[in-house]
């Protein structure tokens, strides 16, 4: 099984509505976080979770909420989705006695018409 | 200034040449240094990390880290066709909270 995974993989929804991703990991790490990434912009970074009290923002926060339901749980919401909200978004984590090596889940592709 | 830079490309190279690719970071402080590679669609893989000056082998891949100039480098030896990617340079920067910042990346192909 994969140690960080996402749901869901792809989603396509309309401009307006409320959407949640949401992200799991089984790695037992501390950190987790949401990014996006646009052609040609490479990865940026949306919100960050030390732990489940410890959320903070990130560089492109607006627009998006989050919710550390648990260690291992990290979901990301578009209150009411826009067009330019269409990207790739990945769920990371990382350990925070460990290394800054952050692990990727496999991403969801949203498209906002 | 982007914290983080690398060259867009694309680059090519022939099947078992060397691949060169470089990144620069604005923050002197940053300590930690890594190299991720991403198949189109898919998500990053981390292929190596680095947190000395000096280089830093493994198998066919070798990072250069050179915090005077403020650059690290990734060299692909006896490059292959599944090596053609996007390949990311990430810094955790000095007081970002151990945060990652990347580079936009660098895509590149290795031709038959």
């Known amino acids: 099984d994969a140690d960080v995974t996402q749901t869901p993989r792809n989603r396509i929804t309309k401009t307006g509505k409320r959407i949640m991703l949401e992200c799991s990991q089984t790695?037992?790490?501390?950190?987790m976080y949401w990014y996006r990434q646009d052609p040609g912009l490479g990865l940026r970074l949306i919100y960050y979770?030390?732990?489940?009290?410890?959320?903070n923002k990130g560089e492109i926060s607006d627009g998006y909420s989050v919710s550390r339901q648990a260690q291992a749980k990290f979901s990301l919401s578009l209150e009411s989705a826009i067009p330019n909200q269409t990207a790739l978004y990945f769920c990371a984590t990382s350990d925070q006695g460990g290394p800054d090596t952050q692990y990727f889940g496999p991403g969801t592709r949203l498209t906002v018409l | 200034q982007k914290e983080v830079e690398q060259n867009s490309g694309p680059l090519s190279v022939p099947e078992g040449a060397i691949a060169s690719l470089n990144c620069t970071y604005s923050d002197r402080g940053s300590q930690s240094f890594f190299w991720y590679r991403q198949y189109s669609g898919k998500s990053p893989e981390l292929i190596m990390s680095?947190?000395?000056?000096g280089d830093k082998e493994d198998g066919r891949f070798t990072a250069q880290l050179n915090k005077a100039s403020q650059y690290v480098s990734l060299l692909i030896r006896d490059s292959q066709p599944s090596d053609s990617a996007t390949y990311l340079c990430a810094v955790a920067l000095s007081g970002s909270a151990r945060q990652l910042t990347f580079g936009s990346g660098t895509q590149l192909t290795v031709l038959p």
């Open positions: 680095i947190y000395s000056n």
């Open positions: 790695k037992g790490h501390d950190r």
């Open positions: 979770s030390f732990d489940v009290k410890d959320i």
